[in-house]
Each structure stands twice: as structure tokens, then as C-alpha cells.
């Protein structure tokens, strides 16, 4: 039998306490804020994200969209999800803003009572940072700014 121990326990038999520096509650946890990005890349607090990405007051996924097409209801099911709802949901269209969200997509957030916010991807997460640091219940859906080729994405995999 193996196991990891720390010094201060291995006399006792017990492992070290893996959640001993972990947020002990849901208000000690950092917010987030998106600090920097690149064409391909968010950096999300100490993260850096390759590609879209969604992101929480507090947490963060990868995002499977890669273009504005590719913003629909089915891409954005997530959001009516949380708990305690959102206020506002910061969609980023990447580089610039193509056009406007279909109609479908704005109307049904509305109807869940979420206001649906699109510009450029840089100005939804300025906005989303500055509101989120506010500790308002906000989120984002940004598309990174440009797609990765297919051989750039093969790359990053490996």
C-alpha cells in the first residue's frame, strides 16, 4: 500500500490536508477577471486559456465555440442554469462585432429575466471585469479573437 504523507504526519500514519489553503466557503473564493489575452489565448487571473471561454463569477470553462456563427442557444444552454441567476451575460464576438445576435438568443435571456450584452470580445470582458469586481452575478462568453487552424489546435494538444 502507497500512499503521500508529510513530515510533520509520517509518525502519525497520516497524509497531508490537500484542501488546507482551499477557500473554506463560496465568499472566500477569488473572483474572476481577465487579465490579459492574445490572439488565441484569455489569461483568466493566474490561468492562461487557450481559445473561447466561458466564464462565472468565480469559475471558468472552455468554450467549444470557435466563430460568431457558432453563438447559439444550444452554446449558451449554461447560463439560465445558474444559481442564483445571472443579472447581465456578456457575450465577446472575438475580434469585432459581425452583426447583431439573432433575435432567438436575446429574446429567450430576456424571458429568464438575464439581459444578453454583445460587443468585441475585448469590450465584454473589460465590462465583465469591471462588474464582476463589483461582486455583481455576471458572466461572459467570450470567443477568443482569432480561430485556431487546425494544425495549431493539433500542436496545443499535444
Not at 29 to 47: D, W, Y
Amino acid at each position: 500500500q502507497h500512499g503521500y504523507s508529510n513530515r510533520a504526519f509520517s509518525s502519525l500514519g497520516k497524509g497531508q490536508d490537500i484542501f488546507a489553503n482551499v477557500a473554506k466557503t463560496e465568499e472566500q473564493s477569488p473572483r474572476l477577471s481577465v487579465r490579459g489575452f492574445g490572439p488565441h489565448t484569455f489569461q483568466v487571473n493566474e490561468s492562461e486559456v487557450h481559445g473561447s471561454v466561458i466564464l462565472l463569477p468565480k469559475t471558468y470553462f472552455m468554450w467549444n465555440a470557435r466563430k460568431f456563427e457558432d453563438i447559439t442557444l444550444e452554446s449558451l444552454a449554461i447560463f439560465p442554469l445558474i444559481h442564483p441567476r445571472l443579472e447581465i451575460l456578456f457575450v465577446g464576438c472575438g475580434e469585432r462585432m459581425p452583426g447583431l445576435l439573432p433575435k432567438e438568443i436575446t429574446q429567450y435571456f430576456k424571458k429568464k429575466g438575464i439581459i444578453v450584452e454583445a460587443s468585441d470580445s475585448a469590450n465584454a470582458a473589460a465590462t465583465y471585469n469591471v462588474l464582476n469586481g463589483e461582486g455583481r452575478n455576471v458572466a461572459a462568453a467570450l470567443l477568443s479573437f482569432d480561430d485556431f487552424t487546425d494544425e495549431e489546435r493539433a500542436r496545443d494538444e499535444i
